[in-house]
Nanobody, 118 residues
Framework: QVQLVESGGGLVQAGGSLTLSCTASGNIASIVAMGWYRQAPGKERELVAT???????NYADSVKGRFTISRSDTKNTVYLQMNSLKAEDTAVYYC????????????WGQGTQVTVSS
């Protein structure tokens, strides 16, 4: 089992920055990748960015060049640095951990609200 606790959401003006953090606990060794997803009102949850155990990263086209995902293996924490925020980035952001013992499973954080005012 993997548990995730997120922090760092809030209200920011367009063009501003925020950093989200997500700390994992439990069976850390089973985690193969961590990432951030978001869900805006009336829309489906979408991938924002992921980082693998080997520190390879992947980004949604909509955030490339503005968001940076990173992880600290010593702190079991993944970060999402968000710059040049736009109103369309407003959503609930969820931390995800993909982990595997015998089967691949996903764990999710509780979500943190990011609101960008224009």
């Amino acid at each position: 089992q993997v548990q995730l606790v997120e922090s760092g959401g809030g209200l920011v003006q367009a063009g501003g920055s925020l950093t989200l953090s997500c700390t994992a606990s439990g069976n850390i060794a089973s985690i193969v990748a961590m990432g951030w997803y978001r869900q805006a009102p009336g829309k489906e949850r979408e991938l924002v960015a992921t980082v693998t155990r080997g520190h390879s990263t992947n980004y949604a086209d909509s955030v490339k060049g503005r968001f940076t995902i990173s992880r600290s293996d010593t702190k079991n924490t993944v970060y999402l640095q968000m710059n040049s925020l736009k109103a369309e980035d407003t959503a609930v952001y969820y931390c995800n951990a993909r982990h595997q013992v015998f089967t691949v499973e996903d764990s999710w954080g509780q979500g943190t609200q990011v609101t960008v005012s224009s």
